[in-house]
């Protein structure tokens, strides 16, 4: 189990929008950490997507945004493509635990 | 540019101590605000942060491993050394260490080794 609750899939069509929610706790996003978030395509290592709660690394494409609100953050993906298609992950700091933490993962299926 | 390695056994046998090895070039392990961390994934599931040291020679343990882990650094060869003791079957998974930036409360990790699968099986 978790610390860092996400839903196990979602979907979406070429061109549509998607969100990926992260729920936390008052331990750790509700503590004003911030939430990061990565992606993993398949068979390959995390990659580094989107850094203190909705900023992103050069390189990353602007479809690709964060955003965090009391105990929960979010991951939007808009203009969905077909390279989009992968394990998203977000990550943030415990301070019960005084370990980093990371949800339990959400596949992205582009139909 | 900034690349990391994992090295280390495929398979172990249960109890025995696992020995990982990252090796690391474009950036140093002295350099202030630098940090390495090793993280797991055992196959199908979701990331495990395992253990961290910094510029400074702190280090960090996964609370439920912690008295399993060691994590030391060779600033010179650009390598970091995780140790995990006890091993068992569950403990099979790709294990990746990641390049990590930030403070405690911050940290992120921008850059990723490969990983390496180990098994755990007799």
């Known amino acids: 189990q978790s610390v860092l609750t996400q839903p196990p899939s979602v979907s979406g069509a070429p061109g549509q929008r998607v969100t990926i929610s992260c729920t936390g706790s008052?331990?750790?996003?509700?503590?004003?950490?911030?939430v990061h978030w990565y992606q993993q395509l398949p068979g390959t290592a995390p990659k580094f997507l989107i850094y203190?709660?909705?900023n992103r690394p050069s390189g990353v494409p602007d479809r690709f945004s964060g955003s965090k609100s009391g105990t929960s953050a979010s991951l939007a993906i808009t203009g969905l493509q077909a390279e989009d298609e992968a394990d998203y992950y977000c990550?943030?700091?415990?301070?019960?635990?005084?370990?980093?933490?990371f949800g339990g993962g959400t596949k992205l299926t582009v139909l | 540019q900034v690349t990391l390695r994992e090295s280390g056994p495929a398979l172990v046998k249960p109890t025995q101590t696992l020995t990982l090895t990252c090796t690391f070039s474009?950036?140093?392990?002295?350099?202030?605000?630098?940090?390495v961390s090793w993280i797991r994934q055992p196959p199908g599931k979701a990331l495990e942060w395992l253990a961290l040291?910094?510029?400074?020679?702190?280090?960090y343990f996964s609370t439920s491993l912690k008295t399993r882990l060691t994590i030391s650094k060779d600033t010179s060869k650009n390598q970091v050394v995780l140790t995990m003791t006890n091993m068992d079957p569950v403990d099979t998974a790709t294990y990746y260490c990641?390049?990590?930036?930030?403070?405690?409360?911050?940290?992120?990790?921008?850059?990723w080794g490969l990983g390496t699968l180990v098994t755990v099986s007799s």
């Open positions: 990641a390049r990590g930036l930030g403070t405690v409360t911050t940290q992120v990790w921008d850059y």
């Open positions: 474009g950036f140093s392990l002295s350099t202030t605000g630098m940090c």
């Open positions: 040291i910094d510029w400074d020679d702190d280090k």
């Open positions: 008052n331990s750790n996003i509700g503590a004003g950490y911030d």
């Open positions: 203190g709660n909705s």
């Open positions: 990550q943030s700091f415990d301070s019960s635990l005084s370990n980093w933490v």
